[in-house]
């Protein structure tokens, strides 16, 4: 069973930065497709930003040029680096992992963006 843990979630000024990691409990993430999804209160859970199997990213439109994904294998663990960030970025961030049809999530990390 696959478990990922959340971390580096905060409070955070507008224009400030914040770094989530996303630790696995297996070796998964060299072979699975990461991400890391959002949730609003009051909205839809949706896509940040991906990282296949083959490096290939992939962004959301509100957050390119601003927040980067990246891994590292050795370490099980993906992050999310966030940078200018918006108060319209306040969420629950979550983990993703997907494999062939296999899907495993997080159990969140809040991040807030106020002044």
């Known amino acids: 069973q696959v478990q990922l843990v959340e971390s580096g979630g905060g409070l955070v000024q507008p224009g400030g930065s914040l770094r989530l990691s996303c630790a696995a409990s297996?070796?998964?993430?060299?072979?699975?497709?990461m991400g890391w999804y959002r949730q609003a209160p009051g909205k839809q859970r949706e896509l940040v930003a991906r990282?296949?199997?083959?490096?290939?990213?992939n962004y959301a439109d509100s957050v390119k040029g601003r927040f980067t994904i990246s891994r590292d294998n050795a370490k099980n663990t993906v992050y999310l680096q966030m940078n200018s960030l918006k108060p319209e970025d306040t969420a629950v961030y979550y983990c993703?992992?997907?494999?062939?049809?296999?899907?495993?999530w997080g159990q969140g990390t809040q991040v807030a963006v106020s002044s």
């Open positions: 993703n992992a997907e494999f062939v049809g296999l899907v495993y």
């Open positions: 297996l070796n998964i993430i060299s072979r699975y497709i």
């Open positions: 990282i296949t199997r083959g490096g290939t990213t």
